[in-house]
């Protein structure tokens, strides 16, 4: 195989006499196009797609409001719309059985809305205005401005009803005729033990054939609770512990007795769950307690059958997933919307922006093969004999072959944790960080085991790769193999080697004799090709 100014001569007297002025242009040309499309066209190309790449991301998703799902005409009903689009939202309804298909029952063009509802009616409140949705029609409900430091509205006495913070107490506000009135004050009578009037809107009411329950979450996070009695003189006296509500919580009723469900992912160490609590007499106790997964916002509504709960949870955004609550354990009914949270060309971007600093590389590997069998003598002769060293191209398909085999279960371990975030309406986001920690470790553990196998076989000459390939690692002096510690050596130089997309080990096998990367030069090794043996044909006259 004979070549121009390019010579392999004995360990000893070893050197790189230099290339023809042809191929170090050729070369020059092809290892900076090949990091500039590397390094470059995937930016480039995101830039153009910026707009594009965007609205494929979360802005594009659905942020629904299920933390003010209301439950009306046997069905779950809930607003939605887009995370970048805060003037616009859909009304949507949905049957909690299995399979159910949500259904758009109109587009509401007044700003975020407040769902209210009972068995009669159901009512969507905003700024702009008040429709009233009844047999799929809707009515202009003519309501004043719900009036300021007020609770959210409530039905009471089957009309709109909120509560107004006073100096001491509140008023309880109904609005009928057209105007809101007060209907009745509640007074606390002695001290200020739970200032619930001075934080209104932490304030949640329940209403239960015309009697008031209050719940509100105090400075500390400690969550009270207080029956308003028939005089509405409130006392301190009258206020309960129920417990520390640190995060999200709902009070619901079930079967005409007040109850609590606490959202809880205060620990790193284990995954997010639900306490439900009930009243029994002075106390609250702990009813139940389970799992649920992570929850962006949750509404707990009664169910079908008695003592039966449904909670309706938002997971990634645009995943609504129903869960039944009964008999003390949580079961998922059904979930709708994509768990996740990117469209196909995002993704299809995002996996060529990477293929992009695979395959070029690869590329130019075959290329400069090519310039190399052409320009360069390939044959090295040492007093053990004459060989073939590995072309750039051999070499680079063997490293994908080993990166695979390394790589490969460590993919397995991400993918798990990514099907937990996004696929799994019962994972944790950002995961259980314990079985995370130990995920990543385990992945860790492997990569390592992998990597010590990969140095023990280019120790001994042949990786997996290099076996594919018929190509084999020998020290340059004798021939022979490196052993261990030296292949263990070349592994770990591919840290640098593998820079820039793997063009710095490329550049030095093209450039430096015979064909060694950093990782060889480390450890006086290179790479040769033991399915093409020498042959007489391959020496030029001069050696």
């Not at 020059?28 to 480039?44: H, R, V």
């Not at 938002?314 to 008999?327: I, L, N, T």
């Not at 996004?422 to 492997?446: A, H, K, R």
Request: aromatic content about 14%.
């Amino acid at each position: 195989m004979a070549g121009t100014g390019y010579q392999f001569l004995k360990p000893e007297n070893f050197k790189n006499p230099g290339m023809s002025e042809t191929f170090k242009n050729y070369f020059l040309i092809t290892l900076i196009a090949g990091i500039l499309l590397t390094m470059g066209l995937p930016t480039l190309a995101g830039f153009i797609y910026m707009p594009f790449m965007f609205k494929g991301m979360m802005l594009d998703a659905k942020t629904i409001n299920t933390s003010n799902a209301v439950k009306y005409d046997g069905k779950i009903w809930y607003t939605e719309s887009k995370i970048n689009d805060t003037d616009n939202y859909s009304l949507v309804s949905l049957n909690p059985q299995p399979d159910a298909k949500p259904e758009k029952a109109l587009d509401l063009r007044c700003g975020e809305p407040y769902l209210l509802a009972d068995d009669n009616r159901l009512l969507i409140i905003s700024k702009k205005q008040t429709i009233e949705y009844k047999d799929g029609k809707t009515v202009p409900f003519e309501m004043e401005k719900i009036p300021e430091h007020s609770t959210f509205p409530f039905f009471y006495d089957h009309v709109p009803a909120v509560i107004q913070a006073k100096d001491n107490g509140g008023g309880l506000l109904t609005f009928r005729h057209g105007h809101w009135v007060e209907e009745k004050e509640i007074v606390c009578t002695s001290g200020t033990k739970v200032r619930w009037f001075a934080d209104i809107k932490r304030l949640q009411v329940l209403v239960q054939d015309g009697s008031l329950h209050l719940f509100f979450r105090t400075d500390e996070n400690d969550l009270k609770y207080c029956f308003v009695p028939d005089s509405y003189e409130i006392k301190d006296e009258d206020w309960q512990d129920v417990t520390k509500a640190d995060t999200q919580y709902r009070v619901y009723l079930t079967d005409g007795k007040p109850g609590v469900a606490v959202y809880d992912y205060s620990s790193p160490f284990s995954n997010p769950d639900i306490t439900f609590l009930k009243n029994e007499g002075k106390n609250w106790v702990v009813s139940a307690k389970d799992t649920s997964g992570v929850f962006f916002g949750f509404t707990v509504l009664p169910g079908r059958n008695s003592g039966e709960l449904i909670i309706v949870a938002q997971k990634m955004p645009g995943r609504v997933v129903f869960y039944s609550f009964a008999g003390g354990k949580l079961e998922k009914i059904l979930g709708t919307g994509s768990p996740f949270p990117f469209n196909t060309s995002f993704l299809i971007f995002i996996i060529a922006a990477n293929a992009v600093s695979f395959i070029i590389p690869l590329i130019a590997a075959y290329i400069l093969s090519g310039l190399m069998e052409k320009n360069l003598i390939s044959v090295y002769q040492s007093d053990n004999g004459a060989v073939n060293l590995a072309s750039l191209w051999k070499r680079a398909v063997a490293r994908i072959i080993d990166n695979l085999i390394v790589t490969i279960p460590v993919w397995f371990f991400q993918f798990r944790m990514i099907k937990s975030m996004f696929f799994s309406d019962d994972g944790g986001f950002p995961f259980n960080f314990l079985e995370n920690m130990i995920g990543i470790l385990l992945s860790f553990f492997i990569m390592l085991i992998l990597t010590v196998f990969i140095s023990y076989m280019d120790g001994k000459g042949q990786t997996p790769g290099k076996m594919i390939m018929g190509i084999k690692t020998v020290r340059i002096d004798n021939l022979e193999p490196c052993g261990f510690l030296m292949g263990f050596a070349r592994n770990m130089a591919m840290i640098i080697d593998g820079a820039f997309a793997g063009f710095v080990g490329l550049g030095l096998i093209a450039y430096t004799s015979p064909r060694q990367r950093l990782g060889d030069l480390a450890a006086k090794t290179m790479v040769i090709d033991i399915k093409n043996p020498v042959k007489n044909s391959d020496f030029p006259s001069q050696i």
